[in-house]
């Protein structure tokens, strides 16, 4: 059984920082690692799905990365703004089908 | 246009109601799911359907009963509603069932039931 885990659960950072949210997972035979993002009263939005074969996937400020010999996952994001805060969660596959979450990590960008 | 969107966005009931969360999807995806978000934020899978056939069914209480009309809806019918059913519920859509894991899905905004 796929268990995914993030840490901090929660993290608060300057803005124009650097950081690094963590996820980690305990089945590594996933086809690929997906982080989204969760705004307050609202949905999830997909941020980047990184495929088993990469390493690494980026889009705008944004990169994450996947070591799946080590069950592991990272999303970094340059420069943080107050548009950031949010929670953001990772997810991998479990069998074909459905996708197994983290419990997310609530992260507060302070102007 | 709303990609997926769920109706009501808030529900506030009363113990032993039954009440039903409506979710369309204009993606024109085969796959549509129903997700339980609890007070700890745990987002946990409940049921997925493609082109109105029943594919997931987590162990789920049978008061929950999904019901796909076309493969563009996914309902979500719960009867006689306990204190422990207030959560967030997702409905959220994929291209492909065989491959619903594996690629992007795409959320709707969120119920949040509150069962009094």
């Known amino acids: 059984k796929q268990e995914v885990t993030q840490i901090p659960a929660a993290l608060s950072v300057p803005e124009g920082e650097n950081l690094v949210l963590n996820c980690s997972f305990t089945?590594?035979?996933?086809?690929?690692l997906q982080w989204f993002r969760q705004d307050p009263g609202k949905g999830l939005t997909s941020l980047l799905l990184?495929?088993?074969?990469?390493r690494e996937q980026t889009s705008g400020r944004l990169n994450a990365s996947l070591d799946k010999s080590s069950g592991r996952s990272t999303l970094y994001i340059a420069a943080s703004q107050p548009g950031d805060s949010a929670t953001y969660l990772c997810a991998v596959p479990q069998g074909a089908q459905k996708l197994v979450f983290g419990q997310g990590t609530r992260l507060t960008i302070n102007p | 246009d709303t990609a997926v969107s769920q109706t009501p966005k808030y529900l506030v009931t009363q113990m032993g109601n039954d009440k039903s969360i409506k979710c369309e999807q204009n993606?024109?995806?085969?796959?549509m799911y129903w997700y339980k978000q609890d007070s700890k934020k745990f987002l946990k899978i409940m049921f997925s359907?493609?082109?109105?056939?029943?594919?997931i069914n987590e162990t789920v209480p049978n008061r929950f009963s999904p019901k796909s009309p076309d493969k563009a809806h996914l309902n979500l019918h719960i009867n006689s509603l306990e204190l422990g059913d207030s959560a967030v519920y997702f409905c959220?859509?994929?291209?492909?069932?065989?491959?619903?894991?594996?690629?992007?899905?795409?959320f709707g905004p969120g119920t949040r039931l509150l069962v009094l």
């Open positions: 359907y493609n082109n109105k056939e029943l594919i």
């Open positions: 990184i495929q088993s074969s990469q």
């Open positions: 089945d590594s035979a996933i086809y690929n």
């Open positions: 993606l024109g995806h085969d796959t």
């Open positions: 959220a859509s994929s291209q492909d069932q065989r491959r619903g894991g594996r690629e992007t899905q795409y």
